[in-house]
């Protein structure tokens, strides 16, 4: 019997990561209004989708953790509608490599993971192994802002990373930490003690320096770098990190790299996020 209040914590880390999952909207809106994607990238929004087919997957596998289903059901569809307009506004070489992309990752490996796991495992060795696959995939995820932050040492700038993503990737991060604690389940906690961790940093690095003017990105980058447009991701990766339990995503410029927003939890976007980001659910 679960904990009295796993259900509350698990009802507010639906709600938070919702909001995650919906941060890219101003980034597609302008994408659709402008009919072109502008140098973002579909990568964060394809792992996040990925990121939230493990973690239900996982659930499922599990039995009685309708909490993650829902969330992460509900990341699904945000995601698949994000990579559908991405594929409609796309230039023809972006628009082909998105699609092998989600071919590869979604299709193919995910295919690859269930089948392997239904047909070579049984009962809690199977629980176990994608339980560990989950966190393994959801520590990259909530590692992915590291990029960002390094940008901002590099610059003295924080206009690539927002704080209140930052913030509420945070909050995330430890709802759903104490969720997974609560119901005693590792997979779900573990990940998000990193993402809580990688929050923190990102938090501490604005308020070093918020006040400070800062150099132009493209010559604090590196010359091969140089031109490419930086915009932050709900990741988790954008990273906006959305894992499947406490979700970042990311919002998809050239040099940001995938957690968003993604979950061990959930995770999101937003044109203000960093490629690198997501949360995990």
């Known amino acids: ?15 938070i990561s919702f909001m995650v999952y919906l941060a890219p909207v101003s980034t597609f809106y302008r994408i659709c209004k402008s009919r072109s994607t502008e140098g973002f990238q579909a990568v964060p929004y394809v792992v996040a989708l990925f990121s939230a087919m493990l973690m239900i997957y996982y659930a499922l596998i599990k039995t009685n953790s309708y909490l993650l289903i829902t969330i992460n059901g509900t990341g699904c569809f945000i995601e698949t509608i994000y990579i559908a307009l991405f594929l409609i506004f796309a230039p023809r070489k972006a628009k082909i490599s998105a699609f092998k992309l989600l071919v590869l990752l979604n299709v193919a490996s995910f295919g690859i993971i ?11 060795t199977r629980v176990t192994v994608i339980g560990w696959v989950n966190v393994g995939f959801s520590v990259c995820v909530f590692a ?8 901002v040492i590099r610059t003295k700038s924080v206009e690539f990373m927002p704080f209140f993503l930052s913030f509420f990737l945070t909050v995330s991060a430890v709802v759903w930490f104490i969720y997974g604690f609560l119901i005693r389940d590792l997979y779900v906690a573990a990940p998000n003690i990193l993402g809580f961790l990688f929050g923190v940093a990102q938090m501490v690095l604005y308020l070093i320096y918020r006040r400070r003017r800062g150099k132009d990105p493209e010559k604090a980058m590196p010359s091969a770098m140089a031109g490419s447009e930086v915009h932050p991701v709900e990741i988790s990766i954008e990273v906006n990190v959305v894992g499947a339990t406490g979700a970042a995503q990311v919002d998809g410029r050239s040099i940001a790299a995938v957690r968003g927003y993604v979950h061990v939890g959930p995770t999101s976007h937003d044109e203000s996020l960093p490629s690198s980001f997501s949360s995990n659910s």
């Open 1 to 15: 019997m679960h904990h009295p209040w796993a259900f509350a914590f698990g009802i507010l880390g639906n709600v």
């Open 114 to 124: 269930v089948g392997l796991t239904l047909l070579l495992l049984r009962g809690s």
């Open 144 to 151: 992915a802002p590291l990029s960002i932050m390094r940008l």
